[in-house]
Nanobody, 123 residues
């Protein structure tokens, strides 16, 4: 099993910034995609941003120009820098990582979710 450890959520005023981080534990062989999703109260979980092993990045239209996803390959850690936060960004943010675990000759694919971290933006 690959577990993801998230950190960085909290309460911030509108216009403020927060930085989320997420790192998988266990024997990771390679990572295909690292992503952030969010679920606002009463809504479905939606993609916020993702980054592939090749560095390709996608953002939801609602966060373009305000959020930045990045990855530290050496630490297998993904970050989400959130600037100019708005009350509508309030949600539980989830990290998702897709890749392979184990060692060469004994690889298993995995797709894991973090436990979620609350981000609350006050007006």
């Amino acid at each position: 099993q690959v577990q993801l450890v998230e950190s960085g959520g909290g309460l911030v005023q509108a216009g403020g910034s927060l930085r989320l981080s997420c790192a998988p534990s266990g024997s990771i062989f390679s990572i295909n995609v690292m992503a952030w999703y969010r679920r606002a109260p009463g809504k479905q979980r939606d993609l916020v941003a993702d980054i592939t092993s090749g560095g390709s990045i996608d953002y939801a239209d609602s966060v373009k120009g305000r959020f930045t996803i990045s990855r530290d390959k050496g630490k297998n850690t993904v970050y989400l820098q959130m600037n100019s936060l708005k009350p509508e960004d309030t949600a539980v943010y989830y990290c998702n990582v897709d890749g392979y675990r184990g060692s060469s000759g004994s690889l298993r694919s995995f797709n894991s979710w973090g436990q979620g971290t609350q981000v609350t933006v006050s007006s």
